[in-house]
């Protein structure tokens, strides 16, 4: 199709009559319009096959035809352009007849008066811009809907594809998961193997971890490196001598100095035994720092609070729980005791909620330093680690006094169980 905008102002005139032929030729030239003006009707339709019109023009009475006999013809060939018919008989016949056939936009009647014969050539052309642009617009909107069409066939093939590709890589994460258990499984078996008091420790170790894993204080990779370091942290353990190691575990006070440096660089060889697997670097960090202390005493790097992987401050927790001597009631105090010290005071929080290891009132809960929200009311006074009182019991928390107890707690630590009213 011909460029609408261009082809408007094409206009073809057909009249056996040369004077107002050429009378209706030069007063549309004047106003820009290509006029192609004709004084025989065979002329005029071979016209037609070779140039676009928007208006066709034609005079009623003619010896070879007539002009509705002209117009029907241009309808066929170019059926989308404006005709406009020019008689000097205008008889109700003649109307009903053109309009029931549809083969003309208007009438003109003679003698025609030139600024209504502009008026009604200007409505011709808008017509016919308006059709041919709705033409385009439905010709485009087709070609678009054919091309969604085709695009949604598309997209389904490829979402089905997907889906397939989907459910193959769910098979396969399944089964890589199953295998990773599979191995944590022989590896546990191996400590076991070495050593029953290990394997024993460890599943003890795991236990308090899984709990601890499910606060949402923790991200998700936090809780994966966590529960999959209680697995492992023993490995480096098997490195060591049998002897050693059993001393280690019954009296660990009796090791020299050799024999302890030989025993803390433990971590060192799981991290070790960790970092054979691409995935698990991050677990062998963990396994490296679960033996460092708050207060940068431990072993093997000296790390202190914040520099301490958080998934080795809780596994630390756990292990010291798990490997004192103590009876469970001194050992759980010994761990309160060691908070700020040997311990994230924070993380004794966690695994104080976590564990259940004590029975607390009915009416009161214990909340880590991070879940205190203002309305909470306390049900025991925040003291300093020096017997200091900073909020004394039953007062009902404020965002201010919060702020303060952030603030407090970063430059000197507050080491005690926090406990609220439910």
Known sequence: MRDSESN?????????????????KETLEREKYQVSAFNQPKEAIEALD??????????HRMPEMTGLEFLDRCKEKQPIASRILITGVLTLNTVVEAVNRGEIFRFVAKPWIREELLATVENAAQRYHLVTSNEKLRSDAME???????????????????????AHLDEANKALEQNFHHSLEICFRLIEAFHP????QTKAVTAICREIAKSDQLTAKEKQVLQVSSWLY????????????????????????Q???LIEHYPVYGQTLAGFVDTLEEVGETIRAHRERFDGNGYPDKLSR?????????????VGYVESSLPRDQALENIIRESGKSYHPEAVRLFMKSSNLTNLPKKVKEVTLSELSPGMKLAKGIYSPSGLLLIPEEQQLTAGI???????????PITQRLMVFR
């Open 234 to 257: 023993n490995l480096g353990r098997i490195g060591l001598p049998r002897d050693l190691l059993t001393k280690s575990l019954n009296d660990p006070q009796s090791l020299n100095e």
């Open 8 to 24: 408007s102002r094409n206009v073809l005139i057909l009249d056996d009559d040369d004077i107002v032929l050429l009378a209706i």
């Open 144 to 166: 678009l809907n054919e091309k969604l069409v085709q695009a949604n066939a598309d997209l389904e093939e490829k979402i089905s594809l997907l889906e397939d590709r989907t």
């Open 197 to 200: 008091v290990l394997g024993q």
């Open 306 to 318: 914040e520099s301490i992987p958080l998934p080795a401050r809780h596994l630390a927790i756990a």
């Open 402 to 412: 919060i702020s303060k107890i952030m603030e407090h707690d970063y430059a000197n």
């Open 259 to 261: 024999e302890q440096a």
């Open 50 to 59: 070779t140039h676009t019109f928007a208006v066709i023009i034609s005079d």
